[in-house]
């Protein structure tokens, strides 16, 4: 079963800027969409950012649009989400996700539509 595993999280002041990394295990990697999301305390899992499979077809979550940038490297079965301009509401655990169907036409949004989870980062933006 292939395995998700995260890097790249810490803490940043307000402003600043950190990538985060996600190793995929197995090469079927680049037949799923990939797609990242978080989870503040109290707070339910929120969409990121997702990359179709086969291109570089991207969503955002409104929350981060313009500031985040989703990339992909199917060589190497790496996903990296480049935060930008990052914000205190940014602070939370990042999890990358594989989804549940592979060669899906559209892009998923919905924790409900990935089934694959790595075990996440802690992102802190401090004020």
């Known amino acids: 079963q292939v395995q998700l595993v995260e890097s790249g999280g810490g803490l940043v002041q307000t402003g600043g800027s950190l990538r985060l990394s996600c190793a995929a295990s197995?090469?079927?990697?680049?037949?799923?969409?990939m797609g990242w999301f978080r989870q503040a305390p109290g707070k339910e899992r929120e969409f990121v950012a997702s990359i179709k499979w086969g291109s570089d077809w991207t969503v955002y979550g409104d929350s981060v649009k313009g500031r985040f940038i989703l990339s992909r490297d199917n060589a190497d079965n790496l996903m990296h989400l480049q935060m930008n301009s990052l914000k205190p509401e940014d602070t939370a655990v990042y999890y990358c996700?594989?989804?549940?169907?592979?060669?899906?036409?559209?892009?998923?949004?919905?924790?409900?539509?990935?089934?694959?989870w790595g075990q996440g980062t802690q992102v802190t933006v401090s004020s």
């Open positions: 197995e090469h079927t990697f680049r037949s799923f969409a």
């Open positions: 996700a594989r989804d549940r169907i592979s060669s899906r036409l559209v892009v998923a949004a919905d924790p409900q539509d990935y089934d694959t």
